[in-house]
C-alpha cells in the first residue's frame, strides 16, 4: 500500500494555476516585443497590398484617364461626372 507521504507527491489532475507571478508577465511582454517587427511587416508589406489588390480589381478604376472634378456649391463636395 502507498503510504501518506506517497501520495502527496503524486502530481494533483484537475488542479489550474490561477496566479501568474511577474516574470511569467514580463516575458510574456517580451515575447509579444519579439514578434512585433515580424507581425508588422506581415500586415504592412504583404496583407496590405492583397487588400488594395482587390479593392483595385473589383472597382472601375481607368487609371490612363484622367478624371474632372466639380464641385458643387452647395454641398461643398466633390462630385464625378
Known sequence: ????????RL????????????HF???TL????????VVL?????????????AYYSLTDLQPA???QVHWDRQLRQPFHQ
Open 1 to 8: 500500500m502507498s503510504s501518506p507521504a506517497d501520495l502527496r
Open 11 to 22: 502530481p494533483v489532475i484537475g488542479r489550474r494555476r490561477t496566479h501568474f507571478g511577474p
Open 25 to 27: 508577465w514580463r516575458n
Open 30 to 37: 517580451h515575447g509579444y516585443l519579439f514578434i512585433l517587427p
Open 41 to 53: 511587416g506581415l500586415l504592412i508589406w504583404t496583407i496590405g497590398p492583397m487588400l488594395a489588390s
Open 65 to 67: 484617364v484622367a478624371r
